[in-house]
């Protein structure tokens, strides 16, 4: 059984159990593939009474909406189960521990049982809507004595569960959180003429949507905050670079040019004055998008900034930690740009001239690469020399700083 709206995985259980509640056996949503996730779905007599295992000399009978089940975990014999008890890390009253119970042999009771609902079905596959199909079938599955559905969310457990994803029984579940589908599952009495699903194969547009969800997705649950993370407010300043490695008397620190970095900056801010210029122009009749010259800067300079914008605005609506180095993509049009700026303030100077202003932009950028070449090689530096090069007070580069500042963090 694999969840459908987080990416935790599969419905598994292992030979561990629960430190505190009714520490039963753990239940948890495990990524990869493993004999831990296989599951044997026992039908419920109505007298409530469980099959204890003689599945082979009952009637094939297919899941539909409502029908009502146990799940055996095969590795361990243990029944899925449920119970008003709360789980570990979301302990609030509508949720209630999801646990592994019983032995080889137990019938079970009715805490075991389950009732299926099937949310929907696959519009290529009309069955899908009516039983339950492996990976056409989105269902859920709902405990017959508590009301709760079968839950999980980007919560992790702690070690002792080796922070796998949290399995819980939610009375107020999010409906896609509470979503499941069967991806694998083989059963002796299916005769040899069954219809066989597979994954479909998608078209190019829909991997590329399926490739942006995913990515999207997966950027937004890294919400845990990490000591050298930053805002995107702060990238084109360069207000703190990242601690990448560090050991006694030896750091590597991840800091940007800050010449190459700060000039950048300001071209993007140079453009954005000299076009509310132009646009302010305009508005009172002058006619300066006529000019050739103009209007080639103009689109020149107006596709790198929104190359800059579009690599770099995105991040003011993520929630997850993000560092400097986030930044890279939009810094090359930022870069890219100086250079066109470059370019249009030097236009009208004679070649030689303009070569001269270029070799002495050149050197500075070279020489500011020389200064903070040893955070990026891990050489020899002074601490004096290191502090010198300070040019912002959140700058904190610095082996002695930066342990400090881990220490204070944890």
Not at 13 to 19: I, K, L, M, R, T
Not at 153 to 179: G, M, Y
Not at 226 to 235: E, I, M
Not at 342 to 370: E, G
Request: with cysteine.
């Amino acid at each position: 059984f694999r969840h459908w709206n987080t990416q935790g995985g599969y419905l598994h259980s292992h030979e561990h159990n629960y430190p505190g509640g009714s520490k039963q056996q753990q239940i948890t949503l495990y990524p990869h593939r493993d004999m831990n996730n296989v599951w044997r779905i026992k039908h419920v007599v109505k007298d409530g009474e469980g099959e204890p295992g003689d599945w082979k000399t009952q009637p094939l009978e297919y899941l539909v909406h409502g029908s009502v089940i146990r799940l055996e975990h095969i590795p361990t014999f243990k029944h899925l189960h449920s119970h008003d008890v709360r789980p570990p890390i979301s302990e609030v009253d509508f949720q209630n521990e999801v646990s592994g119970y019983g032995y080889k042999g137990f019938r079970g009771d009715g805490n075991d049982n389950w009732v299926v609902e099937i949310e929907r079905g696959d519009r290529s596959d009309s069955q899908s809507g009516r039983r339950v199909r492996t990976l056409r079938t989105h269902f859920r599955l709902r405990h017959q004595l508590q009301g709760c559905y079968l839950f999980s969310h980007k919560v992790k457990l702690p070690d002792w569960a080796f922070e796998q994803q949290e399995v819980t029984c939610n009375k107020n579940a999010i409906r896609d959180n509470s979503i499941w589908f069967v991806e694998t599952n083989n059963n002796e009495l299916l005769p040899a003429s069954a219809d066989k699903v597979n994954y479909k194969v998608p078209g190019f547009l829909k991997k590329f949507t399926e490739l942006q969800v995913v990515m999207w997705t997966t950027n937004a649950g890294l919400t845990d905050r990490h000591t050298f993370d930053s805002r995107p407010s702060s990238w084109p300043r360069l207000l703190r670079g990242i601690n990448f490695w560090m050991r006694e008397h030896t750091q590597i620190y991840l800091l940007g040019n800050p010449f190459v970095w700060w000039l950048s900056t300001g071209s993007i801010l140079a453009y954005a004055a000299v076009r509310a210029l132009l646009i302010l122009r305009a508005k009172r009749g002058y006619q300066d998008f006529n000019d050739s010259v103009v209007n080639k800067y103009d689109q020149l300079c107006g596709f790198l900034v929104m190359g800059w914008f579009m690599h770099y605005f995105p991040f003011f609506l993520m929630d997850r930690q993000l560092f400097l180095h986030h930044y890279f993509p939009a810094l090359y049009y930022a870069i890219l740009l100086s250079c066109s700026v470059f370019d249009l303030l030097t236009s009208m100077l004679r070649p030689r001239v303009r070569l001269q202003i270029a070799a002495v932009i050149l050197v500075i950028a070279l020489w500011n690469f020389y200064i903070y070449s040893p955070l990026a090689y891990g050489l020899q530096w002074t601490r004096s020399g290191c502090n010198r090069a300070k040019l912002l007070k959140t700058w904190d580069f610095g082996w002695w700083v930066t342990r400090s500042r881990i220490s204070a963090s944890s």
